[in-house]
């Protein structure tokens, strides 16, 4: 039996993982009930460590899709909200309401496989991690503390964070930033910078993808009306496709 190269082992194991990433709409770290140690790559100057983005999040087996437009693109889910959220329809503004986007951050960080900062896990030692508005500002406070902390993303002198989340449901969940002593930057990742909106980028969906998505999502929408009082009706969006837009 003939053998596979290291060299060809290598590449198709990182092609497994991308594979992997695509199937299931995550080309980035969520932080689960837990904590999650990170370091906060170098952007380029005058860059913030996060940047902003529009995220979606569908419920269900649909899980959520952050938003092309975040950087600039067509997105098929902000043209339906954008449309639909003054709707006289009542079910598209239903629709539009529910599905509204929601402000995140993204920060590009080499994850530990553990939380006391021994080993980088070398399947996340470039990502993004998505974050709340809330976590992303306990954040900054610290970036800001120039007296105790300044830059975590300092290449000699920054520090890695641990993220944490405690809770589950909407309104049940915290999340917190918590700092760990000073530490030179891995040497793995010295002496670079990251472009976090080229990263991005490389993971949003194209906008057919977010069209096809969003047609799914309509065909299994449904909601409970009192269109009689006695008999509430489930009315389901059904199975439309999107009206091509005209160039005019």
């Not at 079910?91 to 995140?104: F, G, Y």
Request: glycine residues 6%; hydrophobic residues 30%.
């Amino acid at each position: 039996m003939a053998k596979v190269t290291s060299v060809m082992r290598k590449k198709l194991e990182d092609r497994k993982q991308k594979i992997k990433s695509k199937q299931n709409g995550m080309g980035y770290l969520v932080i689960k009930e837990g904590t999650m140690r990170v370091r906060a790559l170098p952007v380029k100057a005058d860059q913030e460590p996060g940047y902003e983005i529009s995220h979606f999040f569908l419920g269900g087996d649909m899980g959520s899709i952050i938003s092309p437009a975040s950087v600039g693109k067509k997105c098929a889910f902000m043209e339906f909200y954008t449309e639909n959220i003054k709707s006289k329809d009542k079910t598209k503004k239903n629709i539009a309401s529910k599905i509204a986007p929601k402000s995140r951050f993204m920060m590009a960080v080499a994850k530990y496989a553990d939380t006391e900062g021994k080993e980088l896990d070398d399947r996340d030692s470039k990502k993004l991690v998505l974050m709340t508005p809330g976590l992303y500002q306990e954040a900054i406070d610290l970036f800001l503390d120039s007296d105790e902390w300044g830059d975590f993303t300092d290449h000699e002198d920054g520090y890695d964070l641990k993220l944490t989340r405690t809770g589950t449901g909407q309104f049940d969940t915290e999340y917190h930033a918590t700092p760990c002593s000073k530490t030179r930057l891995h040497k793995s990742l010295r002496g670079k910078t990251v472009d976090t909106e080229a990263m991005i980028k490389e993971i949003i969906p194209s906008y057919e993808q977010t069209k096809e998505k969003l047609e799914e999502y309509l065909a299994g929408y449904s909601e409970t009306e009192d269109d009689d009082d006695d008999k509430p009706s489930k009315k389901s969006f059904g199975k439309k496709k999107l009206k091509k837009k005209s160039n005019l």
